[in-house]
């Protein structure tokens, strides 16, 4: 089993920055895959993006690349996502998710969250 705990969400204005964390523990050995979603009331899950936790790999959804970066730091087993030049739009609650493999479908992934709700006002 692998927990992951999430944090850092919060309200702020558009132009802004946020940073969630997602903090991993238990059998995480077993999880190279550490993706990042989003769900916005009436939309479908998008993807965010993803990092190979072993790689260090990275890549993007459309509708955040250039304004979004995950990292990770291996000493805290903790994944990072740095949300900058925030949109209304960005509104939604956040999830991340750990899996065996990195991918940008969500089914794939096996670990998830608590979820953080990200609200950028106008």
Not at 56 to 61: P, S, V
Not at 83 to 90: G, T
Not at 105 to 114: D, F, R, S, T
Request: aromatic share 12%; net charge positive.
């Amino acid at each position: 089993q692998v927990q992951l705990v999430e944090s850092g969400g919060g309200l702020v204005q558009a132009g802004g920055s946020l940073r969630l964390s997602c903090a991993a523990s238990g059998r995480t050995f077993s999880t190279s895959g550490r993706g990042w979603f989003r769900l916005a009331p009436g939309k479908e899950r998008e993807f965010v993006g993803l990092i190979n936790y072993n790689s260090g790999y990275t890549t993007y959804g459309d509708s955040v690349k250039g304004r979004f970066t995950i990292s990770r730091d291996n000493v805290k087993n903790t994944v990072y996502l740095q949300m900058n030049s925030l949109k209304p739009e960005d509104t939604a609650v956040y999830y991340c998710a750990a899996g065996r493999h990195s991918t940008d479908v969500w089914e794939a992934y096996e670990y998830w969250g608590q979820g953080t709700q990200v609200t950028v006002s106008s």
